[in-house]
């Protein structure tokens, strides 16, 4: 049986003074979700304190990006190693707000996903189409391009401990959530490519109201969660729908 897992992406949000409240709700009500794993991906400045602030609970820290490169003269970035350093379980790669906005192509993504790996922490592949691309009814040829890329550095093999993250680009902070329906067909053409136990998340605009739903689907293992992620009740709720998935 694959875990489930639902993962909060704080994108570029928080606090020093604002995080304390917003972990300490999440550790209280986490702890009560058996069945599920549950993470936070923080930014960067903020491994430090979540690290703190989670050491001695089952909630895991997760981390945004990672540079494809061991060290070196990269000036602003951050290496997995270092990501390691602070007790990082996760990393995100290729999220599509970093592939749309920084530029970020299928062969720089799969150099990360394979620095998380060889730094021994767990890469959540997030894949995911356009609008457009899906219009043009190209949304597998897309989906399965961004993956292969990953398939073909690391291989199969990888996906027995790496997440994917299907995150369709029209649903991500827009309110429009991909049906139940459309989530487990994409779901379920990317299990074919990668392994039975391989966990996949949905992500985008996923809410307290839809998440039930949506983690019904037979190849919807959890959800990678953006703006609820930051309202702790909304978070919570999200992982009480997760834990209410029946097998
Ligand atoms: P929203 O849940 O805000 O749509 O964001 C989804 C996302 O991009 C998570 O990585």
């Not at 999440?26 to 991906?41: D, M, N, S, W, Y």
């Not at 991500?172 to 067909?185: H, K, M, V």
């Amino acid at each position: 049986m694959r875990e489930r897992l639902v993962a909060g992406n704080w994108k570029m949000h928080g606090s020093l003074a604002g995080n304390p409240a917003l972990i300490e709700a999440i550790k209280a009500g986490a702890a009560r979700q058996a069945g599920v794993e549950c993470a936070i991906c923080v930014p960067f400045p903020y491994l430090a304190q979540a690290a703190g602030l989670l050491q001695g609970t089952e909630v895991a820290l997760g981390a945004q990006n990672a540079s494809e490169h061991a060290q070196g003269a990269f000036t602003g970035e951050v290496s997995a190693a270092m990501l390691a350093d602070f007790g990082c379980r996760y990393v995100l790669v290729g999220h599509s707000e970093r592939r749309q906005l920084y530029g970020e192509g299928d062969g720089q993504v799969a150099g990360k996903f394979a620095a998380v790996l060889a730094a021994g922490m767990t890469p959540v592949l997030c894949v995911g189409e356009t609008l457009e691309e899906r219009d043009a009814g190209r949304t597998e040829a897309t989906v399965a391009r961004q993956l292969d890329a990953v398939l073909a550095k690391s291989g199969r093999g990888a996906f027995a401990t790496a997440v994917v993250a299907y995150e369709p680009v029209w649903a991500i902070g827009t309110g429009r959530t991909a049906s139940p329906g459309e989530a487990q067909a994409v779901h379920a053409f990317l299990r074919q490519r990668v392994l039975a136990e391989t966990r996949i998340l949905y992500g985008g605009s996923v809410k307290p109201g839809n998440a039930e739903a949506l983690f019904a689907q037979r190849d919807v293992d959890g959800g990678l969660i953006g703006g609820a992620a930051l309202v702790a009740a909304d978070f919570l709720a999200i992982l009480a729908a997760a834990a209410r998935r029946k097998e």
